[in-house]
Nanobody, 125 residues
């Protein structure tokens, strides 16, 4: 069993930064993938970034490229999402999730088996 706990959300002005953390407990294998998803009211959940636990592969959705950075600290079993130059359209509940099946990064939420509780990110204009 794996548990994921997000933290770091909050309210920030446009142009500001936030760093989200996803602390994982349980057995984590280097081939696992951690994805960061977000869901705004009335919208579908979408992936914004992902990283293989080994660190060899990362993925970014086009709208966050150059602004968001995903990283991991294996010693702390934690994955981070550094979000810079935030925009009001980044407002959503952000979730981290674990895919333990696929060896490459997948973007569909259906492949992710474990999910955190979510953390709210609100960007004011």
């Amino acid at each position: 069993q794996v548990q994921l706990v997000e933290s770091g959300g909050g309210l920030v002005q446009a142009g500001g930064s936030l760093r989200l953390s996803c602390a994982a407990s349980g057995r984590i294998v280097s081939t696992y993938v951690i994805g960061w998803f977000r869901q705004a009211p009335g919208e579908e959940r979408e992936i914004v970034a992902a990283i293989k636990w080994s660190g060899t592969t990362t993925y970014y959705e086009d709208s966050v490229k150059g602004r968001f950075t995903v990283s991991r600290d294996n010693a702390k079993n934690t994955v981070y999402l550094q979000m810079n130059s935030l925009k009001p359209e980044d407002t959503a509940v952000y979730y981290c999730a674990l895919d333990q099946v696929n060896t490459g990064v997948t973007t569909s939420a259906k492949w992710y088996d474990y999910w955190g509780q979510g953390t709210q990110v609100t960007v004011s204009s």
